[in-house]
DNA sequence: TCCTAAGCGAGACGGTACGTCTTGTCTTCCA
DNA sequence: TGGAAGACAAGACGTACCGTCTCGCTTAGGA
């Protein structure tokens, strides 16, 4: 028995590589609402036909490249079992090595709709960690959003700013701020 | 020397007013970038091309608006010298007042605009109010998004959420998590 | 010797026809140009590419298809020798028994294409049977194509119309007027 | 009181007429569906969007324009009230002198949209032109499409093939051979 | 009976045109 | 002198066809 799936056609393999490609390209040169469909095409080699028979649009695309980036962070978060936020190592790490990515997705020239998927993934691996807060004023999800949006707002920060800090720094601060506002409520 | 140094003859007042309002009232009904400038001067009764004799596009109009949310948050600062980050209650209740609006700056319909301005106006907020830190490897600037991070994804998370939640429970949240938070760092 | 020299592969046959058929149906049922070869495949049951391993375009299928009715015209036209502008009547009968094919042809829904190469064919069987003009002012080919757009005309108008009036009818007026025309200039 | 009857906006006539021209230069150049509103809108230096502003495809182009022809031959017909089909001379004249026009019109070239338009156009000054028939086998509208179609494809035949005959010969030969038709059944 | 060349479907692909929408500039007229 | 109205060029959008192509499956017809 063969691998071949399903016959995916080698030729969509590439046409749909060579978009995701081309649209990362382009995030990391302007602004998210600058990019048109055609640009992407151009830059792929890509009729811009063929572009819509696999996407309804630049947004379903970057999603779609959205799914990889989801798969990487949960398997990264497999090996960290033992620690509360152990997938944080291994995201700040990750952001660090693919910095030109990351400043596109998160940055200033990014869009609304990538930052907001990426709120919420980051809102679920945390609500996973954590366990419902003693005090019963405080909402258990007002902890999840807390913690996602300080988390999230300290990597924009630190990718979109070039700070010279480095991962260990980042997740330093991070650690230092974040364990005792959980112990303060947990 | 008489008042109108510069005349700024009522109508015009007029239709700057008709505009803002406008644009308000479709943000609270649909998603920013489904607004056109058509859209907003119908809504308004004013020409398209009057629109254009006063903003460069829909963005600026926002931002003129946006200056005024930033001289009424400055005011309330002013208040409640006596305490660290004393602005949030101030912020908190008026986002409360006003969630139809806050929803529609910061929510899911919301645009990256609207936001990001959010965001630097909060940083700069909370950047007065804090110290350096001790620990030489956290940057102050590290803290300080830590911190509006927390903040504004919490207000949102809030508003956005239509939760049940008072004033008096963010609020709370915040603090309790907050100042444990800075403790550690600062 | 045997049969199939070029062994057409009965599969071919149907295939063929079933694209003929699927065009003439269609045809009865929406405008020319309106009808995309997708639209013919569908109802043939016949993959697109397989459509282009046979034809051109579809106005190659369509004058395959008029070939048919050439041959079948020219028939007719044997059996009446002995009369000038004989196969008129033949010709009356089979668009008068064919009515909704004919109306595809000629009538308003109709193609450029079809009614020239229509226009074509008739005016060549009126050259075949007209002498030369005896005034040199009238050139012969003059004759053919009035004799030819007068014959034309009359018929696609008794289909189009959906007139009550009968071949005989038709004939008649074709008769009866063309007759003197002729005998003026002949 | 002044000229301007409703403001026409000098510029918009400008921007018509730039159309009509274009599309009738590229009608003498090539066939009528491989003529792009693209095509017209550069020839006349006008943006794609303003010509559907104005119009609602190229067809509805073509036929704004038809109605001068229109008006023109009904002027025509207006000095020749003497006689039977007196009109003919008028549009046997304009359609030598326009020639180009006329063969972009009629010609192979054309669509079916215009010689469909013109032939409702010329059977309307037909019938207008012939009494009752006295054989009532015969319908009225039946003598009318036999003669606008004899005349039609007469004229047709002798633009497009670039015959030499004049329009003398022309009208001559259509008046030799429609009146004793006429005879026939009047 | 096998096997080999064809006919065939499915559908990816680049391309072109469509008609719609929005943008920002501009001109013209009205109050 | 504003502002309203709206013409205009530009260009992106998503859809529809086109004609070409590659891929496997099937299915005869000749070995």
New binding site residues.
């Given amino acids: 028995m063969t691998a071949?799936t399903s016959?995916p056609?080698?030729?969509?393999?590439?046409?749909?590589d060579?978009l995701r490609a081309a649209l990362v390209a382009l995030m990391t040169e302007k602004d998210w609402d600058e990019?048109?469909?055609?640009?992407i095409?151009d830059r792929?080699?890509?009729?811009?036909?063929?572009?819509?028979?696999?996407f309804?649009?630049?947004g379903a695309l970057l999603l779609a490249g959205f799914e990889d980036l989801r798969r990487q962070l949960r398997a990264h978060r497999g090996k960290e079992r033992g620690q509360r936020l152990g997938w944080a190592r291994g995201l700040i790490d990750h952001a660090y090595e693919q910095r030109d990515l990351f400043r596109a997705l998160l940055g200033k020239r990014s869009g609304h709709l990538v930052t907001r998927r990426f709120r919420r993934l980051i809102a679920e691996l945390i609500k996973q960690d954590l366990a419902r807060p003693r005090d019963e004023r405080i909402h258990a999800d007002a902890v999840v959003h807390y913690v996602a949006g300080a988390f999230l707002e300290l990597l924009t920060w630190w990718i979109d700013a070039r700070s010279p800090l480095g991962p260990d720094d980042i997740e330093h601060t991070f650690r230092r701020m974040t364990e005792p506002a959980l112990a303060a409520v947990l």
């Fill in positions: 071949g016959a056609d080698r030729r969509v393999r590439r046409t749909l060579a990019i048109s469909v055609q640009d095409c792929a080699n890509v009729g811009r036909s063929t572009f819509y028979t696999h309804d649009d630049k």
